[in-house]
Structure formats: C-alpha cells, structure tokens
C-alpha cells in the first residue's frame, strides 16, 4: 500500500469516513481517553493555573531560546552528555547514523519518538544496515504491522484487538488467541532478546532541563528504562523545543501531560537522565549523545501567532476532543503528526505547499484550545494559516499551484477567489444585491421540493458546485416570499 500523504486528504478522509471498524475504534479510545482526562483534569483545584503557568513558561522558554538551549547544552556536557546540533532531518538522521556506525551497531532499540518518526529515522538506519526496533508495545505492533503511528500517544489506536490477535499470529507464528495477556506477553518475550542484544538504545525527550542538562522521558511500560540503560551508547533526539527552564518547571508539566494524555495523574516511570554512568552508578549508557534539532522550528518562532505551536507537550488531546480527528483518525492526515496540533504544525515543518488541505480540517469548533494543557488557541493557528494560503505571497502561492496543479484544493482555491470577487459586487451595490435576490426567488422554483432545496444534482451541480455540495448533505431554505428590505420598505411587522 502507497504511504498516505497530505496532499491526498481528501481522499484519504473519504476512504477513513468509509471504515466501519476504524470508526467504531476510534470512537471507543478517543472517548475513553475523553472522560479520563476530564475526570483527572477535574481532580486538581489548580488545574486552569496550573494550564496558565505551563504557558508562561513556555512562552518565556521560546522567547529566549538560544539563550536556554546554550545553557542546556553545556550543563549537559559538564556532565558527560555529548549535543549535537542538527538543522534538518537528514543532519539528524546523519548524526545517529554515523555515531551507531562508528560503533559498528547492528540493532538498535528504540523507544516511541515522534521527533524519529518526524525525520524517518527508521529508514536512514535501516539505509546503513542497522536494524531499528520498536520496544513500546503500540510502536511495536504497528512496525510488525508495516504502518505508521495514528496517534501521538497511542499509536496503534486505529486497531482492534482481533487484528492485533492477527498480526501477532502472521508475523510472530503464534497459535491464534486474542487473550490480551498472552499477546503482550509474547511481545515482551520477542523485545527483551533485543534488549539484550542491541548495540545502541535511541531514545526521545520529553523535556530537557536546561539548569541541569537533565532529559526526562515518561511511559507506562518500562520499556524506556531498558533502551536507555542496557545498551553502551543511549542516543537522544530532542526538538529544540523541548528545553525548559528550570527543573522545577517539571512539577507543572508532570501534573498537566499524564492527566492530559491519559488521565493518569503520573506516569508508570519517569526517567531523568543527567549525564553518562557515574562510577557509583549500577545502570546507565556509558555514552550519552543529545541530538538537537531544528527542522523548521526555528521559523516558527518569528510570529507570536505560529510560535506558540511549539508550545505543544504532545499530550495528544487535541486528538481526543477533535471531532474531525475522531471520524477519520490520524492516517488520512497523512503526517507523523495528525489531529489539530498536526494540522497546524505539519504545514508549518514540511510546507504549505505540501499541506494546504490540513488547516481547513477543522471545524474550528474550539474544542482543542479547550483541552489544550498549555493553552495553544489551535483555531487561531489554523485561521492565520488558511490566510497564509489564500492571501500569501504570490511566490508562494505560484509554488503550491505549482506542485499542487491539478489537485482539488487548487482548483477550488481559484473558484473561491473568484466567488468572493462576485459576492463583493454584488454585496456593495444595493439595487444589483436586489435584483440578485429576486432573480434566484424566481429560479429557486425549479429546485424548490416539498418547501426546500433539496440534492442539487446533474447539469446544474456542474455549474453550481459548492450549491451542489452544501446540498449533498443537507437541505438549504429557499428565500422568502418577501425579502426583509421588501417588507421594512412597505412597514409590514417582521417576524
Ligand atoms: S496542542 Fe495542546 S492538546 Fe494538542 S497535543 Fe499539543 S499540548 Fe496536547
């Protein structure tokens, strides 16, 4: 199967609307997710303050961002940590590949990253004969599964437990059962040989710390602990957008991501990493390599609007609350990062060019600024970047037509112009908005059944297409017998 991508969401919308199944798993997780972060939200008084302080410090943090990531980055060496910077996804994909084949690795463990996921990781490693392996069961069974993560938290959301009972048979020669017990067990028994043995361990951040050089990584399954600390060399990739502060900042993030994410009011471990192994030390890498990178964020942080996006703690409840996100799930986005947060930041890393249908999957109903720990207006984002895509430079207006030439956005982008120029004239000259209304009172006849305006179909659809859309789905009023300017002019009581 083609890897879905965002220049085909439409279609790729469509095919999601179309799956019984995806919907009905969807539905289940995303609620649950719901009631438990709301139940968890609701057990802290301090909730909405703690949200406002997350945000400030945030806000702080990517204002002075150099300064803090310099910080970060020489508290970590003091302490045996070495940083690499890299700009975009191939220096970072160059750094780990260089450091694991230096050290002649032949498998590494891998524990859930989206920042790996963002920069194809897997592939560049497997591109110099390393083999990366998936430890967090989700992450797990999708890589068994040939697919990518449709959810930042829950990556295998998408599927049921019948087609994980199914794929653990196919790929792992187990006798079919879809005993949840015996299917992670298996998974645990096939990951812990890799554990024992990989070469390298790769890891993501969840926050860096830059008072201390700490990382902190969260999970539930332990699997974290074990790829940063069995193998000799532990690799951390880390988006510059991660530092914070101080390590008291923490106690604000730790109280807002579990109970955003999961509902949980901490995670099952959580792992602070200050430097390599110490002499007294029982566990830990002897190497410890830090992998900053860039890769369109530093853009981002040019506007107050668009800086905010890297606000985001990757909770994933935005996901949850969406209500587009909910029918179609995170594939048909066609990005490593769906849902509203990946439908402002994915046009904002890989180009609007290349994502112009994400911002206008939304209804901007405002239900991810609500749930958002860090208080990120999404629907803001999402306006600001449509603006960018119809009123932008004409550069960049030529290059997105350019590689999107005949797609439907295009085409609609130049019938949308079109229609707002003729709605303009037509809205600035009283008689022509007169006789505009009159003239549609007459001809709304032939479409008017049984009091309303039904399909719109046929001949009239291809010369009316956004009336034959509205109308495909639901019905449209027909204009009044008599127009409010008709019956104000003759002083007939308006109801
Ligand atoms: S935008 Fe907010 S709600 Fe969505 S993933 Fe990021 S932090 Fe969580």
Redesign the pocket.
């Known amino acids: 199967m083609d890897p879905l991508t965002t220049e085909t969401f439409d279609a790729n919308a469509r095919s999601a609307l179309a799956n019984v199944q995806l919907r009905g798993a969807l539905r289940k997780a995303t609620s649950l997710f719901g009631a438990r972060r709301l139940e968890a939200a609701r057990s802290l008084e301090t909730w909405e303050e703690l949200r406002s302080q997350a945000r400030a410090i945030k806000d702080e943090t990517l204002l002075h961002l150099d300064h803090y990531l310099e910080t970060f980055a020489a508290n970590a060496e003091s302490v045996g940590a070495q940083i690499h910077w890299a700009r975009d996804a191939d220096e970072a994909n160059g750094i780990v590949c260089r450091l694991a084949s230096e050290r002649g690795a032949r498998l590494a463990v891998k524990s859930k990253s989206m920042v790996t996921e963002e920069i194809h990781l897997n592939a560049a490693l497997q591109a110099v004969g390393v083999d990366a392996v998936e430890t967090d069961l989700g992450e797990y069974i999708i890589q068994l599964a040939g697919e990518t993560p449709s959810h930042?938290i829950a990556p295998a959301i998408h599927k049921t437990k019948g087609q994980i009972a199914e794929l653990f048979t196919d790929k792992l020669g187990i006798a079919p059962t879809d005993d949840i017990a015996q299917l992670t067990s298996t998974a645990r028994q096939v990951l812990r040989e890799k554990f024992a043995a990989a070469d390298i361990g790769i890891s993501g951040v969840n926050f860096g710390v830059a008072e201390t050089g700490t990382i902190l990584i969260l999970e539930n399954e332990g699997n974290i602990r074990l790829t940063t600390s069995l193998p000799k060399t532990h690799v951390a990739v880390m988006g510059i957008e991660k530092v914070i502060p101080s390590f008291a900042d923490l106690e604000v993030f730790l109280k807002l991501l579990p109970r955003?994410g999961t509902g949980q009011h901490l995670t099952a471990y959580q792992s602070l990493i200050t430097g390599t192994k110490r002499a007294t030390d029982q566990e830990g890498p002897d190497e410890l390599h830090i992998v900053l990178l860039d890769n369109g964020r530093s853009k981002m942080l040019g506007h107050r609007i668009t800086r905010q996006s890297l606000a985001?703690?990757?909770?994933?409840?935005?996901?949850n609350a969406c209500p587009v996100y909910q029918q179609i799930g995170g594939h048909a986005y066609g990005s490593v990062y769906p849902g509203?947060?990946g439908a402002v930041i994915t046009p904002q890393l890989f180009g609007l060019a290349k994502a112009e249908h994400l911002p206008y999957a939304s209804s901007l109903c405002g239900a991810?600024r609500e749930?958002?720990?860090?208080k990120?207006d999404?629907p803001e984002l999402l306006l600001y970047l449509r603006a960018e895509i119809t009123e932008g430079s004409e550069e960049r207006r030529q290059k997105a037509e350019g590689s999107v030439q005949n797609t439907a956005g295009s085409k609609h982008r130049k019938f949308e112009r079109l229609a707002f120029k003729i709605w303009a004239a037509v809205m600035t000259r009283p008689r022509l908005y007169e006789w505009c209304g009159r003239t549609f009172r007459v001809l709304q006849r032939f479409l008017i059944r049984g009091g309303k305006i039904g399909k719109v179909a046929g001949l009239l659809a291809h010369f009316a297409p956004p009336l034959a859309a509205w109308t495909s789905e639901r019905d449209l009023r027909p204009i009044e017998a008599r127009t409010f300017r008709e019956q104000w002019r003759t002083g007939e009581s308006i109801s």
């Open positions: 930042i955003s985001c703690i990757r909770c994933g409840a935005c996901l509203p947060i991810c749930v958002c720990p860090v990120i999404i």
